[in-house]
T-cell receptor, first 111, second 115 residues
Framework: QKEVEQDPGPLSVPEGAIVSLNCTYSNSAFQYFMWYRQYSRKGPELLMYTYSSGNKEDGRFTAQVDKSSKYISLFIRDSQPSDSATYLCAMLVKTGNQFYFGTGTSLTVIP | ETGVTQTPRHLVMGMTNKKSLKCEQHLGHNAMYWYKQSAKKPLELMFVYNFKEQTENNSVPSRFSPECPNSSHLFLHLHTLQPEDSALYLC??????????????FGPGTRLLVL
């Protein structure tokens, strides 16, 4: 079983839609959860960073962590064409600096 | 320059060539990383340097050789590569310890094609 599972998509939505991106994980020791956005031909860019279970909001983005279900989500409200990118989830065990990444979900927002 | 920079951005090399990738971070971090990103695969951690000391080497073939002369610079020396080594090579940095957010910041990557 992979440490982190993420549906690669591709996911295609109309502009203005609410987007839900998800990852599941198997290691209950993960404590830090991140979402990265990667545009074509660029490196991943940190989007959201959460530590505990619950929701964290930043503008149109909401990161949700459910440690009991080992499930994390990223919601994008009022999606824009500029949100078209690959979204990677990443997780970290505090005691080490080994990051575990999902495969990434490719998102296209159609104008 | 700010953040994490990488050079070159694109590289085409033959299997008998020797080349080096360079990474520089301007964030004051104490750890640097090399990742390999191939299509439809998770990011593969290759090397970790923590306070200039290598702490991780995930069974990377010896044709990849890292060098970290100081906490701001990281190199990846390449020699006798194979076509399957073609990928995007990403450098990242982070701050380990001190109670600060231990997340990684990535460079733009070097797109490598081995012919």
């Amino acid at each position: 079983q992979k440490e982190v599972e993420q549906d690669p998509g591709p996911l295609s939505v109309p502009e203005g839609a609410i987007v839900s991106l998800n990852c599941t994980y198997s290691n209950s020791a993960f404590q830090y959860f991140m979402w990265y956005r990667q545009y074509s031909r660029k490196g991943p860019e940190l989007l959201m960073y959460t530590y505990s279970s619950g929701n964290k909001e930043d503008g149109r983005f909401t990161a949700q962590v459910d440690k009991s279900s080992k499930y994390i989500s990223l919601f994008i409200r009022d999606s824009q064409p500029s949100d078209s990118a690959t979204y990677l989830c990443a997780m970290l065990v505090k005691t080490g600096n080994q990051f575990y990444f999902g495969t990434g979900t490719s998102l296209t927002v159609i104008p | 320059e700010t953040g994490v920079t990488q050079t070159p951005r694109h590289l085409v090399m033959g299997m008998t060539n020797k080349k080096s990738l360079k990474c520089e971070q301007h964030l004051g971090h104490n750890a640097m990383y090399w990742y390999k990103q191939s299509a439809k695969k998770p990011l593969e951690l290759m090397f970790v340097y923590n306070f200039k000391e290598q702490t991780e080497n995930n069974s990377v073939p010896s044709r990849f050789s890292p060098e970290c002369p100081n906490s701001s610079h990281l190199f990846l020396h390449l020699h006798t590569l194979q076509p399957e080594d073609s990928a995007l090579y990403l450098c990242a940095s982070s701050h380990i310890g001190g109670g600060l957010q231990e997340t990684q910041y990535f460079g733009p990557g070097t797109r490598l094609l081995v012919l």
